[in-house]
Nanobody
Framework: QVQLVESGGGLVQAGGSLRLSCAAS????????MGWYRQAPGKQRDLVAR???????DYADSVKGRFTISRDNANDTLYLQMNSLKPEDTAVYYC?????????WGQGTQVTVSS
């Protein structure tokens, strides 16, 4: 069983940076691909970044060049480094496998970017 807990969100001004963490109760090495998702109020939950067990990454066009996803399998932790943040990045951020497993969804962590 795997339980995922997100942390690191907060309020930041446009152009600032945040580093999100996703701690897993089980080994994320057993999950081929992990990702970060985000959901703004009234909108769909979308995948913004993913990383495989071998380190292969992919990003949504909206965050490419600004966000970096990484995973530490030894410590069962997933990270999202977010730089040059924009108000459009405001959302609740979640981690999960890719494709997502429904019962893995945690509470997420709120990221608010002000202008």
């Amino acid at each position: 069983q795997v339980q995922l807990v997100e942390s690191g969100g907060g309020l930041v001004q446009a152009g600032g940076s945040l580093r999100l963490s996703c701690a897993a109760s089980g080994s994320i090495d057993s999950i081929n691909t992990m990702g970060w998702y985000r959901q703004a109020p009234g909108k769909q939950r979308d995948l913004v970044a993913r990383v495989s067990t071998r380190g292969t990454t992919d990003y949504a066009d909206s965050v490419k060049g600004r966000f970096t996803i990484s995973r530490d399998n030894a410590n069962d932790t997933l990270y999202l480094q977010m730089n040059s943040l924009k108000p459009e990045d405001t959302a609740v951020y979640y981690c999960n496998s890719v494709p997502a497993i429904r019962y893995y969804w945690g509470q997420g962590t709120q990221v608010t970017v002000s202008s």
